[in-house]
């Protein structure tokens, strides 16, 4: 699969797989802005997906050593979006790191998302599953 990209700042790089191998591309700062209550971030590049195909923006393990976790937890790019990709961090208290300019911010991992119909009915089946943690019950816990 090929997906185009545009670089709409000169200092935007090309999402990059550290290996073959990975489904994540690193997205990489070229600017930040710091808000009064969360810092964001413009990778500078804008995609153009393939049809039926969505983005979607994730934070890098390293996150965990920052401080920071994306304020939407993933990002969805529908397939019509082709504005520069921007991530938005909430920090998590006085200590946090913030992530330079030029250091890798997230990753974009592109998948194809099936857009089903939605039918009304007067009831769906029921199941075993409640809530949230509804699977301890299950399980007897």
């Given at each position: 699969m090929n997906v185009k990209f545009s670089k709409l700042h000169p200092k935007a790089t090309m999402p990059n797989r550290a290996n073959p191998t990975d489904f994540g591309a690193d997205l990489t700062a070229i600017s930040l802005f710091i808000?009064?209550?969360?810092?964001?971030?413009?990778?500078?590049?804008?995609i153009e997906l393939p049809e039926g195909h969505a983005g979607l923006i994730?934070?890098?393990?390293?996150?965990?050593?920052?401080?920071?976790?994306?304020?939407?937890?993933?990002?969805?790019?529908?397939?019509?979006?082709?504005?520069?990709?921007?991530?938005?961090?909430?920090?998590?208290?006085?200590?946090?790191?913030?992530?330079?300019?030029?250091?890798?911010?997230?990753?974009?991992?592109?998948?194809?998302?099936?857009t089903p119909s939605f039918e009304e009915v007067g009831s769906v089946k029921q199941t075993d599953r409640g809530g949230f943690g509804?699977?301890?019950?299950?399980?007897?816990?």
């Open positions: 808000g009064d209550d969360y810092i964001e971030y413009d990778t500078g590049i804008a994730m934070p890098r393990s390293s996150v965990s050593k920052y401080g920071l976790v994306l304020a939407n937890s993933i990002g969805l790019i529908d397939q019509t979006y082709r504005q520069s990709l921007k991530l938005r961090f909430k920090v998590l208290n006085d200590s946090a790191k913030i992530y330079d300019i030029g250091d890798k911010i997230g990753q974009l991992v592109i998948l194809p998302i099936p509804s699977t301890d019950l299950i399980k007897g816990d």
